[in-house]
């Protein structure tokens, strides 16, 4: 049978989860939410400080303006998170993760509460009553999972379920450059709670429709390179999606298939989000800093994947996503 460790605190506590320790200690009622389009570090961070604060009796809502991912729905208490546009009822604290900024959320209405930031990307505006920035992070889960230590509850299956959840898939499956030996430490922390790897990384990976594969072949199927052949373009409308067969939102872990040719070093994949707008999203290998590209243009993340928001004609749009990513992937001889 599993065990359910409540691992020992840490000899020296940090003074920030201290005192977000002491705020949750104090307060009965949260709401917690993410950003935009959640992925399974929101999701997995979320769900992960839920289950902790229930278990300390209080009372918690999770509210995201995007659904969850689909393939995510069946992970414990995921198919309860509220879906809606502003944060309301009472509320005695708002826990955001993963937000530069209180409109990353999508939520209307938070500023009146107070906010306790939990980030690990750089650019942070932060907007809290309360800032907690870890940039050596893998993921905002190895976050959580400090605060559930902090806050004495034992590691649950489905706490642990959630936080290898979170650095599963903000680690592209262990592949960026984020993870040090704490990332490693945690998971098997949480494989000793009853965590199935297996399990948690087939339904992540494993359960596409056949829409999706379609839709996946035909972005790939216009996938263009760089004269050099190191930087792959994708691209996706609506249209490409209706003729594929598959939704607009069956895109998660496309953009990571063309780095698994050894020639190419860095990905960019433009989403249509309207008329003369495109949500971008960047993958790199190695060196190369994708993150820096995105924040340049009013977005972040981490230095091998990050995303933002352009506008302008897509010819233009791409031809300068290619040039900042080309002198990135230059930047590093590679």
Partial sequence: MPTTPTPAPTPTPDPIVEQIRHEIATRGRFLITSHLKPDGDSIGSQMALAY???????????????????????????????????????????VVMECGDLAR???????????????????????????????????????????????????????????????????????????????????????????????????????????????????????????????????????????????????????????TVREIQAVVFFKEAAEGEYRVSMRSKDAIDVGAVAKGLGGGGHKNASGCTVHGPYRDVRDRLVGLITRAIDATGA
Avoid at 56 to 68: F, H
């Fill in 52 to 94: 902790a604060l229930r278990d300390l009796g209080k009372q918690v809502r999770v509210v995201n303006r995007d659904a969850p991912p689909p393939s995510l729905l069946m992970f414990p208490g995921v198919p309860d998170i509220q879906v809606g546009e502003t944060a309301e009822g009472p509320i005695d604290a708002v």
């Fill in 105 to 259: 959320t999508g939520l209307r209405d938070l500023e009146r509460h107070f906010i306790i930031n939990i980030d690990h990307h750089p650019g942070n505006s932060h907007f809290g009553a309360i800032n907690w920035f870890d940039a050596g992070a893998a993921a905002c889960g190895e976050m959580i999972f400090e605060l559930v230590r902090r806050l004495g509850v034992p590691l649950s299956r489905e706490i642990a379920t959630h936080v290898y959840l979170a650095i599963l898939t903000d680690t592209g499956s262990f592949h960026y450059s984020s993870i040090s030996p704490r990332t490693f430490d945690i998971c098997r922390d949480a494989l000793e709670a009853g965590v199935d790897p297996v399990m948690v990384a087939r339904n992540v990976f494993d359960s596409n429709n056949l829409g999706r594969l379609k839709l996946f072949g035909a972005v790939l199927n216009s996938i263009e390179l760089d004269p050099t052949g190191r930087l792959a373009v994708i691209y996706l409308n609506r249209e490409m999606a209706r003729q594929a067969g598959g939704t607009y939102d069956d895109t998660e872990g496309l953009i990571n298939l063309p780095l």
